[in-house]
């Protein structure tokens, strides 16, 4: 074996020599999950023996087999876990030997059958338990059976004498799946005979029929009455999937590329005389079963100086089918079916025999009669992602690229199915692999751009979105924020103008607030606010702006937007929600007249928050619309009584009052006078001024009373009423009684005003000719602020005495009593005068000695120690004590 000739500079599979030496010929040897089971035979001794060997320790053990003279091992079977082994002969004797107990047992019920091919069960079967298994034999019967892990065979059950159309051909192999339908399990049998592949299928319960057949033969160690897929051969005539005219001792096998539990073969390989049959498999097809598989290319067999070169065994990887021959090991692609691995044995001594693939480790073990050797996948799909890349197999191509170290392939593989989905119009699928491909941005870029579409637009959103979520740089994240909004907004404007159906809109809405709602783009618009509301606003997309304004919370700009749309009463339930005072009084002047009483039912809902004057503004625009000035008057009325109105809203409800109930003007400037408070609640000067504007004398006459102005109040009283004029009169008259803890001059000038109100009275009445008597009345109505004096200048020259002689007689005689007071008063001052003069003159005269022996009348010291006064009373005091008395004595409470 030192000599091999390479073919490929880097081969796919690395040779590695095997230390192995014995003294008896290697027959056969099957490698499963690092166990190997090595048929030897002793030519000397004329003995045969099964040798196991652990690989991962190295350690061997002998299982002598005890056979005929004329017999030999003809077949060695191992399943997927290394558990089971079948060994054969020819003259038809079977034994089964088990990892843990490496005892040969005797399978009598197999007696007489040579076995040229089992089926494993990978999917029920265990490293204690083959479960139920099919059995081809030379005689091209097929058995089902299930061999326990001590030996322990419950049933050999004869399923058919054969299927093949010729009946001396021995079964080459089998292979059996299963997939698990919604109800039923789908089992598929693969029997291969020399030139004819057979496809049988069954559903069935499997679970259950296993418990059935179990329980059977554990309760009675009878044999169950049928296999478990005895309705997979009721059928008269078996399908054929192909048929090769060939002779039962030519080239023959078949294979599915998986071994494993739960995975469904995709590959499958099928060699007989003509060549290798390659193709796929697709077990979950409910169709009639030549239609499972399908076959995708045929290798035909070499020649060899001039002969035909059949394979020895041919094994199937995942990607790879891999034939020995005598000379060579080669391997096809498994979806190609080119040549990627060679390799040529150039001793011409070396006998090989046999080859066995582990398909745990995926070492391939070559051997002769007396040396082995192995080969390992050196990154076996290194250049398998190039196969399916080429066939346009691009998803496995990609799972194939994505795990290397060098992500070139990986790379290109997706550069290249984005150009696929690019050239097919699949421009969304195309950006998200020109992502991944790390294509060069501008390359991309100018080839969504070029000859634009809706469909490539479209596209290059969804790759400037892949590239924003990866991007950190500020600027590069704006710019492509505005560009994917751009597009967008493009979008919606250009799919509402085509009037497409409502679904194409909603969802670009949809894929529209998705992305504005992105923490990254929802930042980058706060910091560029203006900005993004000024793009939307040229597509003039209003309902954009609002979802914008809404998620950057800017209620103001959303408010403005919905009352440019006339939605007042959206616009009003986003100022309610958020009851924030500002957005009331800021939209009111707009909101109100257009729905004013829900703008009322509102304000009043939030009337603790609110200052009634921010929404005067609003209220005096309303001024002229009748429902306007209801919604104000109801309003304000409430804001007044609940003692919350100030001057300027006093002032508005006056005005209001003034243009719309003047009757009921003067009850409210009345009520809310706050006579006798000081200060009335609303400026009484501008709701004169508004009174005399619209003439509302009674108005005016109360105003001017509330201001002081008497004299004008008795005026605009006189044209109203003599009595409302005395009323007024007599009003003064009053308020010269509040006055009395007032100074002299304050009070003689209220004297003054009085008079002159009175007289003013007098001269109305005189004027029109009121008789002499009721003009004389006005002494006594006045409380004689007025007297005979003050009227008889205002009487014509001709007035009749007689009418003045009472009031003249009294006025005579009260003046006479006046001065007789006066004198009585100047006779006392002046006696008071006297006796204090004489009070004084006594007092210069008097005088007091104080002894040293006087003590300070409350410290009880020497009077003499410190200053002191001495009173008239014979108290005497120091000056520190005298202080602190009247200190005493002034003591604030």
């Known amino acids: 074996m030192s000599m091999i000739r390479k073919s490929f500079s880097d081969p796919i599979f690395e040779y590695s020599k095997v230390n192995y030496s014995n003294k008896s010929a290697i027959v056969t040897l099957k490698v499963q ?109 097929i058995f089902e059976t299930n061999i326990a892990s001590n030996g322990t065979v419950q049933y050999f059950k004869l399923l058919t004498e054969t299927i093949s159309t010729n009946k001396l ?21 693969f029997i291969c005979y020399p030139g004819q592949l057979h496809i049988l299928t069954t559903t069935m319960n499997t679970v259950e029929n296993i418990q059935q057949q179990t329980g059977t033969f554990v309760g009675t160690f009878v044999e169950p009455q049928n296999a478990i897929l005895s309705s997979m051969f009721l059928k008269n005539e078996a399908v054929r999937h192909r048929y090769v005219n060939q002779g039962p001792k030519s080239c023959s096998g078949f294979s599915l590329n998986t071994a494993e539990s739960g995975v469904i073969p995709t590959r499958y390989f099928w060699a007989n005389e003509e060549g290798i049959s390659i193709g796929s498999v697709d077990l979950s097809k409910d169709v009639e079963s030549y239609d499972l598989i399908e076959e995708k290319g045929f290798i035909k067999h070499e020649r060899h100086n001039g002969l035909m070169n059949y394979p020895l065994y041919i094994e199937m990887s995942e990607f790879h089918i891999i034939a020995l021959y005598r000379n060579q090991i ?94 097919s119009e699949n ?67 250009e799919t509402r103008k085509s009037g497409s159906v409502t ?32 793009l939307v606003i040229s597509h003039l997309d209003f309902d954009t702006h609002i979802i914008l304004s809404k998620l950057l919370k800017d209620y103001e700009t959303l408010i403005r937007i919905l009352l440019l749309q006339n939605k007042f009463a959206d616009a009003l339930n986003v100022i309610k929600e958020r009851s924030r005072p500002s957005l009331f009084y800021k939209f009111a002047p707009e909101i109100l007249p257009a729905i004013p009483i829900d703008f009322l039912q509102v304000i009043l809902q939030h009337d603790n928050i609110l200052d009634p004057s921010q929404l005067l503004p609003a209220f005096y625009k309303s001024l002229g619309n009748p429902e306007l000035v209801a919604t104000a ?16 809203i006093h002032a508005f409800l006056i005005l209001l009052y003034a243009e719309y109930k003047p009757n009921l003007l003067l009850d409210y400037l009345q009520k809310y006078s706050n006579a006798g408070s000081g200060e009335s609640s609303y400026d009484a000067g501008n709701a004169l001024r508004l009174c005399i504007r619209k003439n509302l004398k009674n108005c005016c006459v109360f105003l001017y009373q509330l201001e002081g102005m008497y004299e004008s109040a008795v005026k605009y009283a006189l044209e109203i009423s003599l009595e409302l004029a005395k009323e007024c009169a007599k009003q ?98 002046s006696e008071l005068a006297e006796s204090i003069k004489r009070d004084i003159e006594t007092r210069q005269k008097t005088y007091r000695i104080v002894k040293m022996s006087d003590k300070c009348f409350r410290c009880s010291g020497n009077l ?30």
């Not at 309003?635 to 300027?648: C, D, I, L, T, W």
Request: aromatic content about 12%; hydrophobic content about 40%; charged content about 25%.
């Open 33 to 141: 999950n690092e166990s190997m089971f090595i048929a030897l035979n002793n030519e000397r001794n004329k003995q045969w023996m099964i040798q196991h060997v652990r690989i991962q320790t190295g350690k061997k053990t002998d299982i002598p087999l005890t056979l005929a003279t004329n017999d030999f091992i003809s077949a060695l079977f191992l399943d997927g876990t290394g558990s089971h082994c079948i060994v054969s002969t020819n003259n038809g004797e079977n034994f089964y030997i088990h990892l843990k107990t490496l005892k040969p047992i005797n399978l009598k019920k197999a007696k007489g059958h040579v076995i040229t091919a089992v089926g494993w069960n990978i999917e029920y079967g265990t490293n204690t338990d083959t479960s139920f298994i099919l059995v081809g034999t030379a005689a091209g019967s």
């Open 864 to 893: 003499f120690q410190k200053p002191f006064y001495a009173f008239n009373c014979w108290h005497y005091l120091h000056s520190e004590c005298c202080e602190e008395i009247l200190l005493g004595l002034f003591k604030p409470v």
């Open 732 to 829: 003064v008259g009053e308020e010269k009684d509040d006055l009395m803890d007032f100074d002299d001059s304050t009070i003689s000038n209220s004297e003054e005003i009085q008079k002159h109100v009175w007289l003013t009275i007098a001269r109305h009445m005189i004027k029109n000719d009121s008789s002499t008597a009721d003009v004389m009345k006005l002494i006594k109505e006045s409380g004689n602020v007025v007297n005979v004096d003050d009227l008889l200048p205002l009487f014509p020259e001709f007035t009749s005495i007689e009418a003045l002689q009472g009031p003249l007689c009294d006025c005579l005689k009260e003046k006479s009593e006046k001065i007789q007071d006066v004198q009585k008063s100047i006779k006392e001052a």
């Open 427 to 493: 421009f969304t699928e195309a950006s998200k692999h020109y992502f991944e491909s790390e294509e060069a941005f501008d390359a991309v870029v100018l080839r969504f751009m070029t000859n634009q579409t809706s469909s490539k637009r479209k596209g290059l959103k969804a790759y400037l979105m892949l590239r924003l979520e990866v991007d950190n740089d500020p600027v590069r994240i704006t710019l492509l924020v505005w560009w994917i909004l751009e597009i967008s907004l493009s979008e919606l404007a």
């Open 169 to 189: 051909s021995p079964v080459s192999d089998i292979s059996l799946s299963m997939i698990t339908a919604a109800k039923h399990d789908k089992w598929i049998a």
């Open 503 to 534: 679904s194409d809109v909603k969802m670009l809405k949809e894929e529209l607030n998705e992305f504005l709602q992105k923490p990254l783009v929802l930042q980058c618009l706060k910091e560029n606010k203006e900005a993004a509301y000024k």
């Open 633 to 648: 008057f109801q309003y304000f009325s409430h804001v007044v009584a609940a003692e919350r109105g100030n001057k300027s």
């Open 330 to 423: 080669v391997a096809y692609s498994a979806y190609n079916y080119k040549k990627y691995f060679e390799e040529i044995f150039e001793d011409t001594a070396l006998k090989v025999m046999g080859m066995s693939r582990d398909t745990s480790s995926q070492m391939l073990w070559i051997y002769t009669n007396q040396s082995m050797w192995k080969y390992k996948p050196n990154n076996e799909k290194r250049y398998v992602w190039k196969v399916f890349l080429n066939s346009g197999d691009f998803e496995k191509a990609r799972f194939l690229t994505q795990s290397m170290e060098d992500q070139t392939p990986f790379r290109l593989v997706v550069k290249r199915q984005a150009d696929h989905y690019f050239n």
